[in-house]
Each structure stands twice: as C-alpha cells, then as structure tokens.
T-cell receptor
Framework: GAVVSQHPSRVICKSGTSVKIECRSL??????MFWYRQFPKKSLMLMAT?????????EQGVEKDKFLINHASLTLSTLTVTSAHPEDSSFYIC??????????FGPGTRLTVT | EDQVTQSPEALRLQEGESSSLNCSYT??????LFWYRQDPGKGPEFLFT???AGEEKEKERLKATLTKKESFLHITAPKPEDSATYLC???????????FGKGTRLHILP
C-alpha cells in the first residue's frame, strides 16, 4: 500500500514554456500533498503544502505565480512550472499523506529546461 | 530554530561491516521522526517512524532507535544493495512541518 505516482518521470522543455507535473496517490486518499525540489547531492527542499480543495501554502522564497499548485481531489495534485527558465531545471518530488504521520513519496520528475 | 543534522555525510563500508548513522535534532516539539532511503534519481522510500524516546524498529538489516536528542540507524552486516542515501526527517509540533536532514550517502563495497 501507500503508492504515489508522478508523471512524467522526465521532461525537457524550452525556455519560456510551461510544464505540468502530476502527482497521484494510487491506493489511499491524500488529505495533504507536498511538493519538494531537490538539487544534486542535496536534501529535499519543501516548496509548498497543499490540502484538497484549498489553496496551497508556499514556503518562503517560492514564487507562487511561477509554481502553480492545484489539489483538485484527494488523489491528485498538479504542479505547473510557468514560463520555465534553465534555473528551474531540477528534480521535483511530490509526497502524500493521509494524516499527521509519515509521508509517502513519488518517484520524482526530472525537469530540464533548455 | 528547528534543526536536523545527519552524520556522517558519507560512509564507505565493506560488505558485512556493521555501522550506525546518526540523526541529531533540536526541535520545539517532536511529533515523529522518520527514516527514508533514497536511491539516485528516485523518490525517497519510507523505512521507519519513531514517536518516543526508547522506541526501536527493525526491518531486515536495519534497526532504528530514538532518544530525546537523536536517532540512530544501525545497519548490520550490510550488503552492496544497501548502498543509498539515508534521509532522516522530523515532524514538529510548532507548525506540523517535516524538516529533512541532508542525508548520509552510504556505499557498501563488495
């Protein structure tokens, strides 16, 4: 149990375009989903927390107009990177939680902006 | 300020050589301490949750323990497939956030 999927696993896009990443909890209802960014050999950096049906809470320094998060249902959250630039290239990971306990992580999405 | 520190940053062991990874924390109120394993290019894989000092959990060659200041992840007779980055994270009372340490990169040599 507790499986989280992400799609796509890898994406390459041109500078100035937008990219959408999906995160799904496959076998449980996720009341809260989290989006992280990870740079090579670094730990996870929390970008935002989203609860189903409400606006996401962004961490300090994360541009909410650039990283749009939608948590439309208890099994789906999306992260849209708008007007992507090369510095947005990174490994994006989502996680899902059904309560105040452990988070279960997706496999990650490697974004490369050229 | 809530903080999680993992040591060592990297550890190389021979196959079969047991050792421990450390996660020390200073937080306003602990709601849970988590251990994850992360392979390169993959998302973290959940291993253990510990809630109170004195608690221990085991899974195959791994055993996690918790005190009021730190947690240890003991690895007994490791195999090359145990090579990965091990992440420690804590959930704090203050705002219910989860704070991650920087991880320990473990490499087991055959």
């Amino acid at each position: 149990g507790a499986v989280v999927s992400q799609h796509p696993s890898r994406v390459i896009c041109k500078s100035g375009t937008s990219v959408k990443i999906e995160c799904r909890s496959l076998d449980f209802q996720a009341t809260t989903m989290f989006w992280y960014r990870q740079f090579p050999k670094k730990s996870l950096m929390l970008m935002a927390t989203s609860n189903e049906g409400s606006k996401a809470t962004y961490e300090q320094g994360v541009e909410k107009d650039k990283f749009l998060i939608n948590h439309a249902s208890l099994t789906l959250s999306t992260l849209t990177v708008t007007s992507a630039h090369p510095e947005d290239s990174s490994f994006y990971i989502c996680s899902a939680s059904s309560g105040p306990y452990e988070q279960y992580f997706g496999p990650g999405t490697r974004l490369t902006v050229t | 300020e809530d903080q999680v520190t993992q040591s060592p940053e990297a550890l190389r062991l021979q196959e079969g050589e047991s050792s421990s990874l450390n996660c020390s924390y200073t937080v306003s109120g602990l709601r849970g301490l988590f251990w994850y394993r992360q392979d390169p290019g993959k998302g973290p894989e959940f291993l253990f949750t510990l809630y109170s000092a004195g608690e221990e959990k085991e899974k195959e060659r791994l055993k996690a323990t918790l005190t009021k200041k730190e947690s240890f992840l003991h690895i007994t007779a490791p195999k090359p497939e145990d090579s990965a980055t091990y992440l420690c994270a804590v959930r704090v009372n203050r705002d219910d956030k989860i704070i991650f340490g920087k991880g320990t990169r473990l490499h087991i040599l055959p």
